[in-house]
């Protein structure tokens, strides 16, 4: 079992930053996806960013291109986000979540049945 345990999130201003940390534990040797996603109230969940171990391509989703960074640490075990330019519409509960894959249709990232979802850490932004 897969447990996520994230971190870092917090009220900024707008044209703020803030990272957030991911770390997970009791992952199977091997490859595997690790991301974000996000959830505004009233609002579907969004898949943010996703890295594949290895990967030199993370996916970003368009709302976030050219803001948000994703990494991993050397043991592929803990994923960062760093959001520049935060803006009051990336308000919302953001998840860690990890896959097997990271499966991307028709421009954004699908989480299967076999995902594991962190408790979520919540990112303000204000004027």
């Known amino acids: 079992l897969v447990h996520l345990v994230e971190s870092g999130g917090d009220s900024v201003q707008a044209g703020g930053s803030l990272r957030l940390s991911c770390t997970a534990s009791g992952t199977s040797r091997g490859p595997f996806c690790l991301g974000w996603f996000r959830q505004a109230p009233g609002k579907e969940r969004e898949g943010v960013a996703a890295h594949y171990t290895g990967s030199t391509s993370p996916y970003y989703s368009d709302s976030v291109t050219g803001r948000f960074t994703i990494s991993r640490d050397n043991a592929g075990n803990t994923v960062y986000l760093q959001m520049n330019s935060l803006q009051i519409e990336d308000t919302a509960m953001y998840y860690c979540?990890?896959?097997?894959?990271?499966?991307?249709?028709?421009?954004?990232?699908?989480?299967?049945?076999?995902?594991?979802w962190g408790q979520g850490t919540q990112v303000t932004v204000s004027s």
């Open positions: 979540v990890a896959d097997r894959e990271c499966t991307v249709l028709a421009g954004h990232w699908r989480v299967g049945s076999t995902a594991s």
